[in-house]
């Protein structure tokens, strides 16, 4: 079998149908005892140029070892989605397991933004936001006339 890095870019307006698309491709590339090695979901980005008028899409990746009889029935399929605005499939030497950088930066930016809230030893103490303030000496309490 054959490693291979899958990467495709889903219409915008179907970034919803991603699950179920990755499900029926990783389906079809494992019908035959292929494996998936790794899968990232990268989310919707821009697109570095339009691409029939949409300026963004939703990316995938899937690194794989299979068959090249069904990458090349997935990439059939890919053709006749028209949700699939582009893809790519490139063979591999061995299985990438390991995280892109990509995916460790979006998975750092998920961490950073947990909705708000930080942690109680993130939060600054009282003495670190502000010194506190020295008592008013009676010579800056006069008022000058």
């Known amino acids: 079998m054959t490693h291979y890095e899958i990467l495709f870019i889903v219409h915008p307006d179907q970034s919803d149908q991603v699950p179920p698309l990755v499900e029926k491709y990783k389906g079809m590339l494992t019908q035959n005892g292929g494996t998936v090695h790794r ?3 990268w989310g919707r980005r821009k697109l570095a140029y ?3 008028k949409v300026h963004k899409g939703h990316y995938v990746l899937l690194n794989v070892e299979c068959d090249t009889a069904e990458v090349d029935e997935m990439a059939e399929a890919f053709r006749f989605n028209d949700a699939i605005l582009r893809h790519m499939v490139v063979r591999k030497d061995r299985a990438e397991t390991e995280s892109t950088p990509i ?4 998975k750092e930016k998920d961490k950073g933004s947990g909705g708000g809230e930080r942690g109680q030893s ?7 936001e502000q010194p506190e303030a020295e008592p008013e ?3 800056s309490a006069e008022v000058s006339e």
Not at 103 to 106: D, E, Q, R, V
């Open 50 to 52: 339009p691409i029939n």
């Open 103 to 106: 995916y460790k930066s979006l």
């Open 39 to 41: 899968e990232e979901d």
């Open 137 to 139: 000496s009676p010579e």
């Open 122 to 128: 993130e939060r600054p103490q009282p003495s670190e």
